[in-house]
């Protein structure tokens, strides 16, 4: 069931066009910092600098980028479309009286999430890293801590930053996932799921604010920048870790009670 | 398991929308191997019942068995072995005809990936759609995604197909398509649960017959249960209505119109051949004497009303 | 599958469940820290001979400051001219800035501090210092001469790569300060960084000081100061904590120097020669150069009586002072800088301060819970840790 919801989800124009514009954020970078000759040190988003000198860090430098807006925004549409998305082309009551089952395909609708979240996070390192290596000369990686690493660690520590950033994405997917059982409307649990994804940073830059932002999910999304430090600081990542657990936790389960006990009119 | 004698039956079945009840208590009894024509003016809750039986809404009162077991709680047996049209078809409009059919097979929980491409090919030969399998469901017709819909509920072999309007928006010749369609079901052995708000498709191939009116069940039965149940007629043509009028209402049958020299009155269990002695010996010319039976609109306008408009 | 009424609502208390759970998990650690270890009595005397007493050469551990002077969130409100450098001094006057530090001996140190997306790194082994600032890829490399003296004499080079002063560092420094001025005394052992510790509390006997009181936690076995803490009057939080929250006593690995890796920027600066020291230090060709702002900053204010307890002032980046006075003492002592011109537009100060006038003239205040800072218009700079109208009494008569 799995394979055919992902197969359902990934075939559509609309994902397929969200995907390629999220390869193309990084390529884009490269291509700016290519065609102006790079910009000056400390200059433009972190790693932007390191670009013209090692093409692998248009990767992560497409990652810190994408992460603000971009990826939240992305992970909203597609979260959020999740059940409402079902309800309003009709295909969840064919779905239930299959039967798939209430919770097995909520379970299901999470995974893919979960699998389109890991699917965004790998295109912007991988649009990243082909077009770094296109444009740019690649070689040894140098750390945050000033430290030097092999090319192949230092793809291999992108490609897991990107990861952390996927698993970074799933508080957010799984409020949306409840906000879609909430709703026949997809546009209406996409934009309030990307509408909690403000807030959220809103709040987590408002020093007011400052007893709850370790709560707030958005709070740790550069912690995957950790990994690229020598030795990798593992606090921030495993509080991330933490609190999108906790979301998930306690969102899931509200899709949960939420969906299984529905009455399906659309 | 006993093969049970009802394929769908439900006690008190209650379904509240805030205040408003859409279905109000009703008590079904469809008997395996029927086709039951499940018939009511739109917005009387056909489709309510139809969601409450397959387990979509919460039914706020009573209870409801489906091929003999109690639902919803056995919808997980129960459910593969029913095919359903629901309110229309629908599908993901991205995809071709039998990716859609692949998804929803794959969706189930005795999904049988050996067989799949087998069943596919065949519900969609079934109803005529193999050559525009491949083609997106973006582009097909209105009654291309009926059809669909129904090679949906086709893919495996059902003992209850459950269709809500299923010759909605068809042309003419689809629509006798679906009735020989269903036809044949039948006559595999499946029991067929049609809605229609269309007396003369439910006329032409059910068996029984239930009517709704504002979330009540008004009536149920085989056809010629409900005809009698509407009540046969006596129609008299004399030359004195009126002293025939006067007779019958003597004898007791209610209803009396004069029109001219007919005069029209419900007989009501009385016998025509009692009543044509009676006239005849009062002295009343009768030219002819006949008891009529109701057609099935009768009984329907007589039990839900006349005209078009919505129930609520 | 929809089951019964009561039974689909009871499906609600899943969620509100796992979000107890979480709570609870969440919150235990803090409950079950309130614990307090088990301590003999000591007096305030025993403690401080404790500390000055107190020989740990090698260490390793995480610490953390946390600033919360009640003023906004000033690097925030700077524009994004500004974002990126790794080492803003303005930076710390809010927020938790955490930092890792391994010491081995006073010729072998190194401590890091990760920022967003950024870390700065200071190197020292022996005669050579490094400091690594991710954003830029720049690196300085400092020669220091080869009879460096004692890692405690004031007289040491100011250019010393110790960018954030440690927890010990800062105690000792305040300890030598007691004063009659000052109340001292010994509160309940607690832990920090998971060990057992007295509290030390200073409180200044003088009403017009801001500071209500000090506390400096000291490692109960080995006398080690491990958190400082800076209370406000009328705040019960403190406005300051400097703390470990982790620390291993054992000699750190790991190496002290640091090898500048390919496509780095690397200024030497060589500090074994007295004209270039005075010559790095009279040139400022980095208005913003982070890397020379707290190191000199520190100095400065070591020249001051050693108040070293104060947040970094945005002075770094001004152009130096033409003269310098201090009037008042101890607790209430206020710094009189004439002649220095401030970036206050560019540090957000101007959204920060209020206009203040008086019989000493005019100015704009800068007010936080603890310090307060007076821009007068005149040029004059005076700033202390006593209330506004203490500093402005000492910049009337002064």
Excluded at chain 1, 54 to 75: E, H, K, Q, S
């Amino acid at each position: 069931m799995l394979l055919a919801e992902l197969a359902t989800l990934f075939r559509r124009l609309r994902v397929k066009v969200l995907l390629g514009v999220l390869a193309a954020i990084p390529a884009a970078l490269a291509l700016a910092v290519y065609l102006s000759g790079g910009p000056s040190s400390g200059r433009g988003p972190t790693f932007l600098d390191q670009v013209s000198h090692n093409g692998m860090f248009a990767a992560l430098a497409g990652l810190t980028v994408a992460i603000p807006f971009f990826l939240p925004l992305v992970v909203a549409v597609v979260s959020g479309d999740a059940i409402a998305g079902e309800a309003n082309l009709g295909t969840l009551r064919y779905l239930l009286t299959r039967p798939s089952g209430r919770t097995r395909l909520l379970a299901t609708k999470a995974a893919t999430v979960a699998v389109f979240c890991l699917a965004a996070t790998v295109a912007v390192a991988l649009g990243g890293l082909i077009a770094g290596v296109i444009l740019f000369p690649i070689g040894k990686v140098v750390t945050l801590s000033g430290t030097t690493i092999s090319l192949l660690e230092g793809i291999a520590r992108t490609f897991a930053a990107a990861g952390i950033v996927a698993a970074s994405l799933l508080g957010l997917a799984s409020i949306g996932l409840f906000v879609s059982t909430l709703t026949d409307a997809p546009v209406g649990a996409m934009a309030a799921t990307a509408g909690f994804a403000v807030l959220s940073a809103v709040l987590d830059n408002v020093p007011q604010t400052r007893a709850i932002h370790p709560w707030l999910f958005t709070h740790h999304w550069l912690a995957f920048g950790d990994l690229l430090r020598s030795p990798v600081r593992w606090t921030d990542i495993v509080a991330d870790l933490r609190l999108q657990l906790g979301y998930i936790a306690v969102f899931a389960t509200m899709a949960w009670a939420r969906f299984s006990t529905k009455d399906v009119l659309a | 398991m006993t093969t049970p004698a009802l394929a769908i039956e439900t006690s008190g079945l209650t379904k509240r929308f805030g205040d408003m009840a859409a279905v109000d208590g009703i008590d079904l009894a469809v008997p395996v191997g029927s086709v039951f024509g499940f018939l009511g003016p739109n917005g009387s809750g056909k489709t309510t019942t139809i969601r409450v039986l397959l387990g979509l809404i919460n039914a706020s009162e009573g209870s409801w068995q489906v091929l003999g077991r109690s639902m919803p709680d056995a919808a997980r047996d129960v459910l593969p072995d029913v095919g359903a049209l629901i309110e229309g078809p629908a599908f993901y409009p991205w995809l071709t005809g039998r990716q859609n059919l692949v998804r929803f097979d794959a969706a189930g929980p005795d999904a049988q990936r050996s067989t799949r491409r087998q069943r596919i090919d065949d519900a969609l030969a079934r109803v005529g759609l193999t050559a525009v399998a491949n083609k997106k469901v973006r582009a097909y017709s209105f009654g291309m995604r009926q059809r669909l819909g129904l090679a949906m509920a086709l893919l495996r072999p059902r003992q209850l197909l459950i269709l809500d309007e299923p010759t909605n928006g068809m042309d003419p010749q689809g629509t006798r398509e679906i009735r020989n369609l269903t036809k044949e079901l039948a006559a595999e052995g499946a029991t067929v649960f049609l809605s229609s708000h269309l007396l003369s498709e439910v006329e032409q191939i059910c068996s029984h017959v239930a009517v709704m009116s504002l979330g009540k069940l008004l009536a149920q039965g085989t056809i010629a249960e409900l005809q009698a149940a509407g009540g046969t007629k006596l129609r008299v043509e004399t030359d004195d209505a009126a002293l025939a009028a006067q007779i019958l209402e003597r004898l007791g049958l209610a209803e009396l119109t004069v029109d001219g020299t007919t005069v029209l009155a419900r007989l009501d269990g009385h016998r025509p051949e009692d009543c044509n002695r009676e006239l005849v010996m009062a002295g009343v010319g009768v030219r002819s004497l006949s008891a009529i039976h109701p057609t099935l609109e009768d009984t329907f306008v007589a039990l839900t009303g006349e005209g078009f408009d919505v129930a609520r | 599958m929809p089951a019964s009424r009561r039974a689909r609502r009871l499906r609600w208390l899943v969620p509100v469940a796992v979000a107890a759970a979480i709570s609870l998990l969440a919150f235990l650690p803090t409950l079950s820290s309130a614990a307090t270890p088990d301590l003999p009595r000591i007096t305030a005397e025993q403690l401080v001979a404790k500390v000055k007493q107190s020989n740990v050469q090698a260490f390793s551990g995480t610490f953390q400051l946390t600033s919360d002077l009640g003023i906004p969130n000033i690097s925030s409100l700077q524009g994004a001219a500004q974002q990126g450098t790794g080492l803003n001094p303005v930076d710390f006057l809010s927020g938790t800035h955490t930092a890792t530090i391994a010491v081995d001996g006073p010729d072998r140190q190194r401590v890091s501090m990760p920022g967003s997306l950024n870390e700065v790194d200071a190197f020292h082994d022996g005669s050579n210092a490094w400091l690594w600032q991710s954003d830029g890829h720049t690196v300085t490399h400092y020669i220091l001469p080869a009879d460096k003296p004692d890692a405690n004499d004031a007289s040491k080079p100011p250019e010393a790569p110790e960018p954030v002063r440690t927890p010990d560092d800062m105690a000792k420094k305040l300890l030598d300060q007691i004063t009659p001025s000052t109340n001292v005394s010994v509160t309940t052992p607690d832990y920090v960084a998971d060990k057992a510790v007295y509290e030390l509390v200073l409180a200044p006997h003088s009403a017009d000081s801001t500071i209500d009181h000090v506390g400096i936690a000291v490692d109960a076995h080995n006398g080690m100061p491990l958190e400082v803490t800076v209370v406000p009057k009328g705040q019960t939080k403190p406005a300051i904590d400097l703390g470990f929250t982790k620390i291993d006593y054992s000699k750190p690995g790991g190496s002290f120097s640091f090898t500048p890796p390919p496509g780095s920027t690397v200024t030497t600066k060589d500090l074994t020669k007295k004209g270039d020291h005075a010559g790095a230090d009279a040139q400022k060709p980095e208005p913003i150069n982070p890397a020379a702002g707290p190191l000199k900053m520190t100095h400065r204010v070591h020249g001051h009586h050693g108040e070293a307890m104060g947040p970094e002032m945005p002075m770094p980046t001004a152009s130096g002072p033409e003269s310098t006075k201090v009037v008042g003492d101890d607790w209430t002592q206020v710094i009189i800088a004439s002649g220095v011109q401030l970036p206050v537009r560019g540090f957000g100060l101007r959204e920060a301060s209020t206009p203040v006038s008086g019989a000493w003239g005019s100015g704009r205040l800068l007010h936080t819970s603890l310090a307060n800072v007076l821009f007068l218009s005149d040029g004059r700079i005076a700033a202390g840790f006593v209330n506004a109208s203490a500093l402005e009494a000492a910049v009337a008569h002064g």
